[in-house]
């Protein structure tokens, strides 16, 4: 069993930063893949990031390649969501996830979810 809770969000300005962070209850945290999804108002939810357990795989949705940087630590039970060059299309809930299988873009593969962090982006 894993708990995820996400923290970092908030309001920003077109072309400015933030970075999320998701903190992993558990002793297991470091042998599963941990991905970012996020769901805009009206729209499904959509794979942003996702990492393996050593950090030696780790992908990006086209939409946020170059700008974004995923990234984790083992030690601490945290995975981080870096976003640079924010836009307006970025404004969604960022929901922080884990998977036992290997790296993974579909939601349905997630078996642990967090409850979700605001970002909205303002232009």
């Known amino acids: 069993q894993v708990q995820l809770v996400e923290s970092g969000g908030g309001l920003v300005q077109a072309g400015g930063s933030l970075r999320l962070s998701c903190a992993a209850s558990?002793?297991?945290?470091?042998?599963?893949?941990m991905g970012w999804f996020r769901q805009a108002p009206g729209k499904e939810r959509e794979f942003v990031a996702a990492?393996?357990?050593?950090?030696?795989?780790?992908y990006y949705a086209d939409s946020v390649k170059g700008r974004f940087t995923i990234s984790r630590d083992n030690a601490k039970n945290t995975v981080y969501l870096q976003m640079n060059s924010l836009n307006p299309e970025d404004t969604a809930i960022y929901y922080c996830?884990?998977?036992?299988?290997?790296?993974?873009?579909?939601?349905?593969?997630?078996?642990?979810w967090g409850q979700g962090t605001q970002v909205t982006v303002s232009s």
């Open positions: 558990g002793r297991t945290f470091s042998s599963y893949t």
């Open positions: 996830a884990a998977a036992r299988s290997p790296m993974s873009t579909v939601a349905a593969n997630y078996a642990y």
């Open positions: 990492i393996i357990w050593s950090s030696a795989n780790i």
